[in-house]
């Protein structure tokens, strides 16, 4: 993400599910939108869909243990990201 000139992250809706004293799961929206511009055309991409994130409560805290994304749709330059390795 270092690459990009600039990104924004907004996420919504969270309905944390505890399944015991050390473990929760929280769901939640994502639009996710990233600038870069690039000789690929435009310099926008935006992703839409929600994070499944896996809390473990530790010593320290709570501390995420795992997170996925799952892609809704995506709009824009779909380049961009390919762009960076370049």
Same mark, same amino acid.
């Given at each position: 993400m270092?690459? =990009? $000139?600039? #990104?924004?992250?907004?996420? #919504?809706?969270? %309905?944390? #599910? ?7 799961t929280?769901?939640a ?10 000789? #690929?055309?435009? *310099?926008e991409? !935006? %992703?839409y869909?929600?994070? !499944?994130?896996r809390? $473990?409560? !530790?010593? *320290? ?7 996925? =994304? !799952?892609?809704s749709?995506?709009t824009?330059? =779909?380049?961009?990201?390919g762009? =960076? *390795?370049?």
């Amino acid at each position: 993400m270092g690459a =990009l $000139e600039a #990104t924004q992250h907004v996420i #919504t809706n969270h %309905v944390i #599910t505890f399944d015991d004293d050390h473990h929760a799961t929280c769901v939640a929206y994502v639009q996710a939108r990233h600038h870069n511009p690039n000789s #690929t055309g435009e *310099s926008e991409q !935006t %992703v839409y869909g929600f994070y !499944t994130n896996r809390f $473990e409560r !530790t010593s *320290s805290g709570w501390r995420i243990a795992k997170c996925k =994304l !799952t892609v809704s749709w995506m709009t824009g330059n =779909l380049g961009l990201f390919g762009g =960076l *390795s370049q």
